[in-house]
């Protein structure tokens, strides 16, 4: 298979390869997002769990949570990715790791009700006051996947 994209940590101590194109991108408003990565939002790129491989390097839990725990590099602490016992076959990696940053545009902005007033958005990406239902928002390719991939889990 020929990789789509690779990343890696700020230190280069852990490298990433991705097997497939991501199932989608949002841009997040949310006080926790704004909180958490010191900026007025936060972007989450979606893809299949069995897409990424870690190709040099150790992944190690960073932040563990009780639904979710983020993992990245021990040494440099960059966030690669956050799995969530919510969603068994996808990771949200964070897309600022990828070396081609083209991969992750903006399909939607969710929770805009707590957006930066300076802060402009596209016209041409849709906005939502609060989270979107991906089964409608995400491409049909992209909920197929995860719907194939739930399938083969069970």
């Not at 298979?1 to 097997?19: A, I, K, N």
């Not at 408003?29 to 769990?49: D, P």
């Not at 990828?98 to 930066?116: F, G």
């Not at 928002?137 to 992209?142: E, L």
Request: with cysteine; charged share 20%; proline share 7%.
């Amino acid at each position: 298979m020929t990789p789509v994209g690779s990343g890696r940590c700020v230190c280069e101590g852990v490298r990433y390869r991705l097997d497939a194109p991501p199932l989608f991108t949002h841009v997040c408003h949310c006080l926790s997002c704004q909180k958490s990565s010191g900026y007025a939002f936060s972007m989450t790129t979606i893809i299949m769990r069995e897409d990424l491989a870690i190709t040099y390097g150790e992944i190690t839990a960073l932040i563990p949570g009780p639904g979710s725990t983020a993992y990245g590099c021990a040494t440099c602490r960059t966030r690669i990715y956050v799995e969530s016992a919510r969603f068994p076959v996808t990771y949200a990696l964070k897309p600022g790791t990828l070396d081609d940053t083209s991969l992750a545009t903006p399909q939607a902005h969710i929770w805009v009700k707590r957006k930066q007033s300076w802060l402009t958005l596209s016209p041409d990406v849709p906005c939502f006051d609060e989270n979107y239902d991906a089964a409608v928002t995400w491409p049909a390719a992209s909920v197929a996947r995860v719907v194939a991939a739930m399938a083969r889990q069970k």
